[in-house]
């Protein structure tokens, strides 16, 4: 594996570990088992060397007083037969010195460390723990009374016969290590659940609440998915009534702006009162086409909002709303319209792709009262989709005031007036035609000027 390859997946290992608490919860568990086992271990160990002395010393000392026993026959010359099945039967060592006989049961062995003359050559915790060399040649160190010396030890052999209980312990760890992630898998699988029914809460669908498997478990777990929907529960229905109530007041609104522009046309024309009649004129108009947004927002909002689709050609659609912003910006006429040849025709609502391309037209020519270039319009290909660009060449937005552009009624400027920059709701019903589409909507500074993009897929 290259080193590129190595460390791009511990850093996705690194990620992996970082987002996920089962994961976080097994490496807790494992290390607590470690330090509790090492406690233990060395707890034990410290308590048995420090009450060997009482315990084991006079035990041993009696055992290796047997041993001698047995092998010089009653205080004779030491006899190797007898310590070659002494060394046969337990797992030890026998070194015998001395004017007439020296033997060795495993000259491959060197002394261990806890047994040597020099106290610098061993462990300190040797020395601390066992009393040192001279104490431990105390207990397997004996001399006869014919001048050998004879000293017993460890077979380390008998220990190394055994590999397997390694391994057998490794796989033990292993086994255990994923029967506990499985587990904490098993006991946090309810937080799939709920995440997934976060999320669809959060993009507006609450259709579908937190299944309720998750519900059924006594736990923090449980009482926490059962919250999640009751909340899911409130919000739609706060914005069911938010919109029951924007649309009661829409329709009920008309009524009123119908007869109220009905009454400023019928005023007389004189040179006195025309121009009141064609402020007030202007106003009406605007409160129906506001009236007329929020209803069509409310509609594109909702689920279930229908499309009327057929083949639109967009270049043609898009010099119909060109002509159309004529009659209230003038400048609408200098508008730089760049159609790619190879359009594709689309199946799209001609009346909402009318709206979209209106608004995003409306919106740049707004902003480029005074710039020194006109908007564009730009049309292209995407993949088998169509890409619609519109850029100003005005001021711009602050860079922190991008992601807020398509919000409804959110203006950038405050102290500008309406006539100057609309109501909010022009971008936000762009976003909200592109995504009934299944396209995309995207803002950014264009330097200068604002651009807006929207992409159409094929279907």
Sequence with gaps: MSPRASNSSWKRA???????IKLRMVLVFLLL????????????????SIGWREAARPLLMDYVDHLVADITVGGGAPDLERARAITARLPLTVRITGPQVNWASHPDQSPPDWLRDNPDDQDPRDREDGGGGKD?????????ADGHSIEFGINGEAFERRPRMVGYALTALLVLTLLAFLY???????????????????AGDFSQPIPERCLHGPDELGELAATINTMGQ???????AKRALLLAISHELRSPLTRARLNTELLPETAEVNPQREALLRDLQEMARLITDLLESE???ANHAALQREPVALEALAREAIGELQARHPEAARTALHAAPDLPTLQLDPAR???????????ALR????????????????????????????????EEQIPQLAEPFFRPDTARTRSQGGVGLGLYLCKLVAQAHGGTFAVRNALPGLAVRVVLPSR
């Design 14 to 20: 690194k990620h992996r570990l970082a987002h996920s």
């Design 33 to 48: 088992a470690a330090a509790m086992t090492f406690v233990f271990i060395t707890g034990a160990q410290k308590a048995f």
């Design 136 to 144: 431990w040649q105390r207990i397997f160190k004996r001399s006869t």
């Design 184 to 202: 904490v898998r098993r006991l946090l699988r309810p937080l799939d659940a709920i995440q997934a029914g976060a999320r669809r809460f959060g």
């Design 234 to 240: 409130d919000i739609r229905q706060m914005l069911d």
């Design 299 to 301: 509609r594109l909002a």
């Design 353 to 363: 792709m009318r709206l979209l391309l209106r608004n995003l037209l409306d919106n």
């Design 367 to 398: 902003h480029s009262a005074g710039a020194p270039l006109p908007p564009e319009l730009h049309l292209s290909t995407e993949g088998q989709g169509i890409r619609i660009e519109v850029r100003d060449h005005g001021p711009g937005v602050p």
